[in-house]
């Protein structure tokens, strides 16, 4: 199962009662419980943050996944991730295709990229991996049309070979349906934010090793 860690700096510092001076350090420790419990990829989601700051903040997320399994992607800014030491980039669907950026970047450069459809997987089909979303509903994206479940089966499908992610309102009960999908794992924002009072670095934590329980459980599809 591969587990990857959406950043939102400024939705997990509300939950966790930080200011906005506070955001990155409270992120820092978001993601350093999850690169030391075994998360496999962290996607810094951050579309209002500048150039400068974000390489900045993607560095210091390069420095806690050290020594780690877990790889630090940047969302869709190319440039940033190659300045940062990045591992790979995460591109939208309507942005660059992975054979666009292949060619600019090292050997081991990881490229995934975001679909919303079946009918998406052909031009994309040459990206390590793909997130399929939005499967439920979900506070990131309250407007977004939803793939369901099914709608995930059939991405899983058309992929082939390609490993893909679900995206969108997925949560602990959401494991056994996951695992019938076909879908190697999941990607999520919300599932990885505590309510008031929780500490960050326990809630995350706990909720790695819960979801890989969940999910290695579950019966898988045939």
């Known amino acids: 199962m591969t587990i990857c860690l959406v950043t939102d700096r400024r939705r997990l510092g509300a939950a966790v009662g930080a200011g906005p001076a506070g955001w990155a350090d409270a992120l ?3 993601v350093t419980a999850a690169v030391t419990a075994g998360v496999d990829l962290v996607q810094v989601r951050e579309p209002d943050v500048e150039a400068a700051e974000l390489v900045s903040l993607v560095r210091r997320l390069v420095a806690v996944s ?3 399994r877990a790889r630090i992607l940047v969302n869709d800014r190319v440039d940033v991730a190659l300045a940062a030491g990045a591992a790979g980039v995460h591109l939208k669907e309507r942005s660059f295709r992975p054979a666009d950026v292949r060619p600019i970047v090292p050997k081991e450069f ?3 990229c975001s679909i919303h459809s079946a009918a998406a997987v052909v031009e994309r089909r040459d990206a390590q991996y793909l997130m399929a979303g939005t499967i439920r509903p979900t506070r990131s994206k309250p407007e977004a049309s939803l793939l369901g479940w099914e709608g995930l ?3 899983v499908a058309a992929a082939e070979s390609t490993p893909v992610l679900a ?3 997925i949560d602990l009960r959401s494991m056994s349906s ?5 879908a190697a794992g999941l990607a999520a924002v919300g599932a990885f934010i505590p309510t008031a009072g929780q500490d960050i670095y326990e809630f995350v934590q706990k909720r790695v090793i819960d979801m890989r329980l969940g999910f290695d459980s579950a ?3 045939s």
Not at 178 to 182: E, K, N, V
Request: charged residues 10%.
């Open 219 to 221: 019966p898988a599809v």
């Open 167 to 169: 995206i969108g309102g």
């Open 153 to 155: 089966a059939a991405v």
């Open 28 to 30: 820092e420790r978001q």
């Open 66 to 68: 050290a020594g780690t």
């Open 110 to 112: 990881l490229i995934g």
């Open 178 to 182: 996951l695992a019938l999908s076909g």
